[in-house]
């Protein structure tokens, strides 16, 4: 890997997490921080630290690796530039998952990323299903097209449930759509950070795989790979990084797409060393883009999901744009 991007990488994330501390309500300088951190200074501040904000900017970090970990397998497994979680219906099958669970009343954190699980596989099915019936499983436009139905159907098949929900379950089944880190948990950091980190650890040990299914499916059967059970686990572990993302911070969009693309500019080709640096990347991402929703409209807080769109819906085009001059 360029030494240079490393160092890039690590020096994002490190501005990512000051930023992250430092912005909120009662705003902190960057050496109170670091004195807050360091178990100096006003205990009500070493408080908001160590209580509030250390917690948000660690799940934020996770939440933003997994999503751009995998985003970026997706990419190389399809060997398409436009897929991702939330474009193929991924995130809004796992949001199914897991708001069903919530409106049963089921909110054991083993449990959510299982339901969040079982709601990604699904819409990865129906996604392909769709795709295959419009003849086109392998073109990266009508596999998009057939990620924007399927999301619209997770739309309505969560608006179907909340129907009759109470009111209380409505409004927290609006956090799961409409992304957010404001109630971070150390017990929300250890779970998702523990999905991400195993997951992730599984996609860089068969980085080499990925590489080879870069050349193509006949290619890459010719030097000897397994490409559908490569495919499918890839796949598999693909949706449950993304399902724990989701049943973490809810909804956030957009990230597995633009992160992945940006580390590809830097000129890093291999996969598993994609992978690495999207991780970085991608925890900064999310990391400022919860400051920046913090900090916008101060003391309310607009949805992660919302900043994050602003920045992915552009980018979106332009790749779509990209992909169909090809």
Known sequence: MNSRVALLTALLVAVAIVSGLAVGAVPLSPGTVIDGLRGQGDPVV??????????????????????????????????????????????????????????????????????????????????????????GASDPRILVMAGVIVGAFCTAAIMVALATAPEGTVRGALWWMMGSLADATWSDVRWVGGYVALGGALLLWWGRDLDVLALGEEPAAALGLDVDRVTWRVFLVAALIAAATVSGAGLIGFVGLVVPSLVRTLGVTRVRQALAVSAGVGGALVVLGDAVARRIVTPAELPLGAVTALLGVPFFVWRLRAAAAR
């Open 46 to 135: 070493r408080a908001i630290l160590w209580d509030l904000r250390l917690p948000r900017v660690a799940l934020g970090l996770a939440v933003g690796a997994g999503l751009a970990v995998s985003g970026g397998a997706m990419q190389a497994t399809l060997r398409n530039p436009l897929a991702e979680p939330y474009l193929l219906g991924v995130s809004g099958g796992a949001a199914v998952g897991a708001v069903l669970a919530t409106v049963a009343g089921v909110l054991a954190p083993t449990v959510m990323p299982l339901a969040a699980f079982l709601g990604a596989m699904g819409a990865v099915a129906l996604v392909l299903a769709v795709a295959r019936a419009a003849g």
